[in-house]
């Protein structure tokens, strides 16, 4: 079991930058599959980047590509989303989380396949 802790977010207006960090302590290297993923209201939970931290292989959803950044730092087993040009659409509750290795590339986005969650941090970007 993985414990992550998310932090970082915020209100920016539209254009401005965010950096969210994911904090993971526990069993981490049974879950070096580590995703970002948002909620907002009244919507589904969606992948919004994801790393396997072994080597560091990174995917994005495509309205966040060239914008947004996946990173890590395997010393502080912290992944981060550095966040760019952000529009008012990326407003939402942002989580962390972790599942194993197996599947790793295919499930990347599927919040369904994620073991281990954070408790989520909230971005709001006004226009």
């Known amino acids: 079991q993985v414990q992550l802790v998310e932090s970082g977010g915020g209100s920016v207006q539209a254009g401005g930058s965010l950096r969210l960090s994911c904090a993971a302590s526990?069993?981490?290297?049974?879950?070096?599959?580590m995703g970002w993923f948002r909620q907002a209201p009244g919507k589904e939970r969606e992948g919004v980047a994801g790393?396997?931290?072994?080597?560091?292989?990174?995917k994005y959803t495509d309205s966040v590509k060239g914008r947004f950044t996946i990173s890590q730092d395997n010393a502080k087993n912290t992944v981060y989303l550095q966040m760019n040009s952000l529009k008012p659409e990326d407003t939402a509750m942002y989580y962390c989380?972790?599942?194993?290795?197996?599947?790793?590339?295919?499930?990347?986005?599927?919040?369904?396949?994620?073991?281990?969650w954070g408790q989520g941090t909230q971005v709001t970007v006004s226009s």
């Open positions: 790393i396997y931290t072994v080597s560091g292989i990174m």
């Open positions: 989380a972790a599942r194993e290795v197996l599947g790793c590339g295919v499930y990347w986005s599927n919040p369904d396949r994620f073991t281990d």
């Open positions: 526990g069993n981490t290297d049974s879950r070096p599959c």
